[in-house]
């Protein structure tokens, strides 16, 4: 199975800062690799699917990047409504694996 | 508007079954692949199974294999889950959640989730 490894596993900013996580797999997934954004008590929401393509009503401050074994996900210009933890998911290869999460905190 | 609906949590004693359910609206349901993902209390979130467009091919986590079998109908807009062997470490929120057209395991619309406490 290809384990997905995230980091920071958390992290506080403030307004205005650029954030960014990132994601590496054990083994080469291509830009098979999506993130998702969950807020407390919500469900988990799609935020970029392959790699770097922005699913359809995420704000433009959000994006990814990465190919193989390495990737980004970057908050240009954080909001106060980012909070919450963020999850990177391999569909490379079943089981389609998530990183552990990487829990953002407003300062 | 895309809907998916979960049913069937409850409480279940180890080593019992339980099945889950979920009921799809709003797009070609045979279409698209789909996938359980859970969520243990104050835990991230653990994919559990997935399944083609037509049903032919499934695909499950480590933790589940041989467990865990998951199947759909697409002539009723369903997707189902039979959990046998039931542990502790089940316990968790599951999700039924739609794939992405070439991106089978990507999922861009979740439902609400469904309980399942597994304990004596």
């Known amino acids: 199975d290809i384990q997905m490894t995230q980091s920071p596993s958390s992290l506080a900013a403030s307004v205005g800062d650029r954030v960014t996580i990132t994601c590496r797999a054990s083994?080469?997934?291509?830009?098979?690799l999506n993130w998702y954004q969950q807020k407390p008590g919500k469900v988990p929401k799609i935020l970029i699917y392959?790699?770097?393509t922005l699913q359809s009503g995420v704000p433009s401050r959000f994006s990814g990047s990465g190919s193989g074994t390495h990737f980004t996900l970057t908050i240009t210009s954080l909001q106060p409504e980012d909070f919450g933890t963020y999850y990177c998911?391999?569909?490379?290869?079943?089981?389609?694996?998530f990183g552990q999460g990487t829990k953002v905190e407003i300062k | 508007e895309v809907q998916v609906l979960e049913s069937g949590g409850g409480l279940v004693q180890p080593g019992g079954s339980l099945r889950l359910s979920c009921a799809a609206s709003?797009?070609?349901?045979?279409?698209?692949?789909m996938s359980w993902v859970r969520q243990a209390p104050g835990k991230g979130l653990e994919w559990v199974s997935g399944?083609?467009?037509?049903?032919?091919?499934?695909y499950y986590g480590d933790s589940v294999k041989g467990r865990f079998t998951i199947s759909r109908d697409n002539s009723k807009n369903t997707l189902d889950v039979q959990m046998d062997s039931l542990k502790a470490d089940d316990t968790a929120v599951y999700y039924c959640?739609?794939?992405?057209?070439?991106?089978?395991?990507?999922?861009?619309?979740w439902g609400q989730g469904t309980l399942v406490t597994v304990s004596s």
């Open positions: 399944i083609s467009p037509s049903g032919a091919s499934t």
């Open positions: 709003g797009f070609t349901f045979s279409d698209y692949a």
């Open positions: 392959a790699a770097s």
């Open positions: 083994q080469s997934i291509s830009s098979y």
């Open positions: 998911q391999q569909s490379y290869s079943a089981p389609w694996t």
């Open positions: 959640a739609k794939g992405m057209t070439r991106h089978w395991g990507a999922a861009d619309y």
